[in-house]
């Protein structure tokens, strides 16, 4: 336990201990803790080279025998633009340009440091499902240290709305069962009626909390933006999820390295004119590349934004995936203490309160880490609003959460506060699917057009779309599509 004792610190607590159904990977409300049949881990861009076979994503192919003498150029330096450069570096393709936008690569996965240099992840986390994951082959082929995470392992602070009853413990079990009775509907609407029968406001509190963390916080969208059609899709892998103690970015290293040559950094892609035999890409600073292939890996976000113009410019169909899809926003504030004040043994401080799921989610990386250090999340439009406020201010509310769970809290010795929706290079942290779409939208958003203009991202991924092992299998399926039609 931590230096507070039950009650102190705006309210009682109590430990999560079996009173819920256990939390399960992204999606697998639907399917169970299921892992894809056939998938096999295509991580033919490590340095350490296996023999594997199939990426288990749609439209993936197998690279037959064509020459590579082709020239590709891959916008976008993040895990699929990378998967792609070591996939068809792999094939003997020696001609290929990566071009990044950003100064550093990597994109929605980067690892930056708090304090004296401790490695803390702005953007991807965790490893969702590692058995038959390749980014878990990954790192394990690499001796990348991995830390399990139990998301049952967290501790309640309720704040000024008293204990729910324990009929309350199954209403995300309702929840569920009245949301796939009603697919099209909205989950706000869903919550709406659960709400009408609920008299305790403990109750009702405890279940704005539940959807903040198992809905909102999963799918980086407000309730009103989504619905049991528009989340049941994908798949998953078994395994539980893992984060990286020394940061996510090791990953990205490794995949730099399978590329083997320099990363273009600063060169904000403006222009793809694939209106001629060879395709001519021209960025914000007045560059041009040319060549055979292009590998497009932005953001959802960033196609949403229309900053790159295309000659001639998308089919419609690819346009209307790219509109029926929304990007999702969840941020995080990480802030490091002097010492730890809170539970030391769990992972999640989890926060009921009146102010309907702000500040409900915290980690702990104590548990990973040993150091003091603490990762809250908001999402949907809290989690936007939140990047309106200056540092000073976002902290400011993120301490008096901490201080409604255990009294006077010290000030953090340092922080970083995450703005995805105001990166100009994301507009957004992942995918969603709104209501009213479906996921065949991120099927149509990977489709290739013709064999020149070819696509990859988490976004491009009907089967693991807002995951980074999608963004690395669209990389792949991408170079793999190349390859094929490679004469």
């Not at 999606?27 to 296996?50: E, M, W, Y």
């Not at 590709?72 to 998967?83: D, E, W």
């Not at 600063?266 to 021209?282: F, L, N, P, R, Y």
């Not at 509310?397 to 009294?407: D, F, K, P, T």
């Amino acid at each position: 336990m931590g230096t507070k004792g039950r009650g102190q610190g705006g309210g009682p607590r109590e430990h999560r201990a079996g009173a819920e159904p256990a939390r399960m990977n992204r999606r697998d409300f639907f399917k169970g803790a299921l892992g894809v049949a056939g998938v096999v881990p295509a991580v033919s861009v490590l340095p350490k080279r296996s023999a594997m076979s199939g990426v288990g994503d749609r439209g993936a192919v197998t690279p037959g025998s064509a020459q590579p003498n082709q020239s590709v150029v891959i916008v976008g330096a993040g895990v699929a633009g990378l998967a792609a450069a070591g996939e068809l570096r792999a094939n003997g393709f020696d001609d290929v340009v990566v071009l990044e936008a950003r100064d550093r690569d990597g994109g929605r996965v980067w690892t930056d440091t708090i304090g004296d240099g401790f490695p803390i992840d702005l953007g991807a986390s965790w490893i969702q499902g590692i058995d038959g994951n390749p980014i878990a082959a990954i790192a394990r082929e690499n001796n990348i240290a991995t830390h399990r995470t139990d998301w049952d392992n967290g501790v309640f602070h309720y704040h000024g709305v008293g204990e729910p009853a324990r009929s309350a413990r199954r209403a995300m079990r309702d929840f569920w069962r009245l949301a796939e009775a009603n697919p099209e509907r909205s989950f706000q609407s869903v919550r709406e009626e659960l709400l009408t029968n609920m008299t305790s406001e403990a109750d009702r509190h405890y279940l704005d909390y539940m959807l903040t963390t198992e809905v909102e916080n999963e799918y980086a969208a407000d309730l009103g933006e989504l619905s049991y059609r528009s989340v049941d899709g994908g798949g998953g892998f078994r395994g539980g999820d893992v984060v990286f103690p020394g940061g996510y970015g090791q990953i990205v290293d490794v995949l730099a390295m399978a590329h083997g040559r320099p990363i273009v950094l600063g060169q904000a892609v403006t222009e793809i004119d694939h209106s001629g035999s060879a395709i001519v890409v021209t960025t914000a600073g007045g560059a041009t590349f040319e060549a055979d292939r292009v590998v497009l890996t932005v953001p959802l976000g960033v196609l949403k934004d229309g900053f790159i113009a295309f000659r001639p410019q998308l089919p419609v169909r690819k346009r209307d995936a790219i509109a029926k899809l929304e990007m999702g926003v969840l941020n995080k504030a990480y802030l490091l203490f002097d010492d730890v004040f809170w539970d030391r043994e769990v992972e999640r401080l989890q926060y009921v309160s009146a102010d309907g799921g702000q500040w409900a989610e915290t980690i702990s990386l104590y548990p990973y880490t040993g150091q003091p250090i603490l990762a809250m999340l908001n999402s949907g439009t809290f989690g936007t609003r939140l990047e309106r406020l200056s540092d000073r201010e976002v902290l400011a509310q993120a301490v008096a959460a901490l201080s409604n769970m255990y009294g006077d809290v010290p000030a953090p010795r340092d922080a970083r506060i995450t703005r995805w929706r105001s990166d100009p290079w994301a507009h957004g942290s992942y995918s969603y699917v709104p209501a009213g779409s479906s996921f065949a939208e991120h099927a149509e958003l990977g489709e290739p057009v013709g064999d020149k203009l070819f696509f990859a991202g988490e976004a491009t991924s009907e089967d693991y779309p807002a995951t980074v092992h999608g963004a690395y299998l669209s990389g792949v399926r991408a170079a793999r599509q190349i390859a094929v039609q490679t004469p």
